[in-house]
T-cell receptor, first 115, second 114 residues
Framework: DTEVTQTPKHLVMGMTNKKSLKCEQH?????MYWYKQKAKKPPELMFV???????INESVPSRFSPECPNSSLLNLHLHALQPEDSALYLC??????????????FGPGTRLTVL | AQSVSQHNHHVILSEAASLELGCNYS??????LFWYVQYPGQHLQLLLK??????LVKGIKGFEAEFIKSKFSFNLRKPSVQWSDTAEYFC????????????FGKGTKLSVKP
């Protein structure tokens, strides 16, 4: 089973709202990722967690705040977003981000609209 | 900067036609190579991957890809496409030794006419 689940599927929020995206995997993977995908563009890496520690932050604005409560869960807290942040937010997981043959598996994404 | 190029933005084929989608990358060291597919309204799914060994790799649904190191290429092929292959195809590269940083190409939209 290579399933990564994400909730909610769709989210509409105002620029003053605070919301959170959730991601879960039960494959025993120790690396989890957040990507942002704008329409007709490839996914762009935002954050990488390895063994529940943040290992990569691709210069993402502080209005996006990731959290990894345990090895199966990954959250993305959103606050004071801008309309240009509207996108599909993808979560992925992999066995071990530092391993030579590591492979990432993606969730279905959360379609975020910021009004 | 490391980059991944997919030459075709949109490919339109009839069913049973052969497919080849190009992918080139710019990094000169060890790389891991992937093709992902995104069917309409669905999530990214892994089609195939290359780490080392036989440069011709076979994936799911009859897809295969060939790694040509001298050309920095990893082209995706399928001998006979079906309408159900209509999707967006992304090539991705992970630099050897990097901490999980997948670099994606811009994607190729494949439309298969029944």
């Amino acid at each position: 089973d290579t399933e990564v689940t994400q909730t909610p599927k769709h989210l509409v929020m105002g620029m003053t709202n605070k919301k959170s995206l959730k991601c879960e995997q039960h494959m025993g993977h120790r690396a989890m990722y957040w990507y942002k995908q704008k329409a007709k563009k490839p996914p762009e890496l935002m954050f990488v967690y390895s063994y529940e520690k943040l290992s990569i932050n691709e210069s993402v604005p502080s209005r996006f705040s990731p959290e990894c409560p345990n090895s199966s869960l990954l959250n993305l807290h959103l606050h004071a977003l801008q309309p240009e942040d509207s996108a599909l937010y993808l979560c992925a997981s992999s066995q071990d981000s530092g391993h030579r043959t590591d492979t990432q598996y993606f969730g279905p994404g959360t379609r975020l609209t910021v009004l | 900067a490391q980059s991944v190029s997919q030459h075709n933005h949109h490919v339109i084929l009839s069913e049973a036609a052969s497919l080849e989608l190009g992918c080139n990358y710019s990094y000169g060291g060890t790389v891991n190579l992937f093709w992902y597919v995104q069917y309409p309204g669905q999530h990214l799914q892994l089609l195939l991957k290359y780490f080392s060994g036989d440069p011709l790799v076979k994936g799911i649904k009859g897809f295969e890809a060939e790694f040509i190191k001298s050309k920095f290429s990893f082209n995706l092929r399928k001998p006979s496409v079906q309408w159900s292959d209509t999707a967006e195809y992304f090539c991705a590269v992970r630099r050897g030794g990097s901490q999980g940083n997948l670099i994606f190409g811009k994607g190729t939209k494949l439309s298969v006419k029944p």
